[in-house]
Every structure is written in structure tokens, then in C-alpha cells.
């Protein structure tokens, strides 16, 4: 397993950004042990599905004028630019460098984005409501 403990590390009190963020999880947790055939779809989903993520990302932090939205956004981008670069050589069957960023980079990455960025907008989600 990549990433352990998600109900006590990672949930943020929003529940539809904690259901995304334990498909996001799982999904790397089948990539870390899935066989080459499988690895190739997973990969073209997790793909998918982290625009998806993204992408609402977005519109909450333009629903509650999340005050970092270009930080958030800009950090977005770069890593969706980085799965479409790695998507596209697995595609081709060449998954020996899409694993070592499934196993290596994205974990940290997902750890540290979930309790900064997301756990910020989070909090200014609540805010937000609270207002409402
Ligand atoms: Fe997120
Ligand atoms: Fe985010």
C-alpha cells in the first residue's frame, strides 16, 4: 500500500472533496501492484479522474473566493501536466517510469497537497458555508 490511514490522515470534514480524495487514493494503491495489462487503463483513469478532481477543485475556490486560488490552481496544472506527459508513454506500454511516479512522487505529493491546499480550501469551504 502506497497510502495508509486515510480516515485518520487525510479527511478534511468535506465530504464530497474526502470521497474524491479515497478514489484518488485507492486508485494509486491499485496502480502500486497492478500488472502491466492492468496498469495501463488505471493510469489513463487516474488521468481522468484527477482532472475531474481538479476541476471542481476550481469551481469551489471560485465559490468561496479561496484567497490562494492561483497558488492552488498553478500547483494543479503542474501535476496534471505531469500525468498527461507520463499517461502518454504508458499508453504506448512503456510503464516502467509511470510506476516510479506512482510509487515515488505521488504519494508525497497527494500527502502534502491534501493537508495544505486542499485542507486550507477546506477550511474556507467551511467558513464559507457558515456565512451562508
Ligand atoms: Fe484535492
Ligand atoms: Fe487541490
Redesign the pocket.
Known amino acids: 500500500m502506497l497510502l495508509e490511514n486515510f480516515e485518520s490522515s487525510y479527511v478534511l470534514g468535506m465530504e464530497e472533496?474526502d470521497n474524491?480524495?479515497r478514489e484518488f487514493v485507492t486508485l494509486l494503491n491499485q496502480l502500486d501492484t497492478a500488472s502491466k495489462s492492468d496498469f495501463i487503463p488505471l493510469f489513463a483513469q487516474l488521468l481522468e479522474h484527477t482532472q475531474a478532481?481538479f476541476d471542481t477543485?476550481t469551481e469551489w475556490m471560485q465559490t468561496c473566493n479561496f484567497p490562494a486560488i492561483r497558488e492552488h490552481i498553478g500547483e494543479h496544472k503542474r501535476v496534471l501536466g505531469e500525468l498527461q506527459r507520463f499517461n502518454s508513454r504508458v499508453a504506448k506500454g512503456n510503464i516502467t517510469m509511470g510506476r516510479a511516479y506512482v510509487q515515488n512522487q505521488l504519494p508525497s505529493w497527494f500527502e502534502s497537497?491534501?493537508q495544505t491546499m486542499?485542507s486550507a480550501l477546506a477550511a474556507n469551504m467551511k467558513a464559507h458555508k457558515g456565512q451562508a
Open positions: 472533496m474524491t480524495h478532481h477543485e497537497h491534501a486542499d
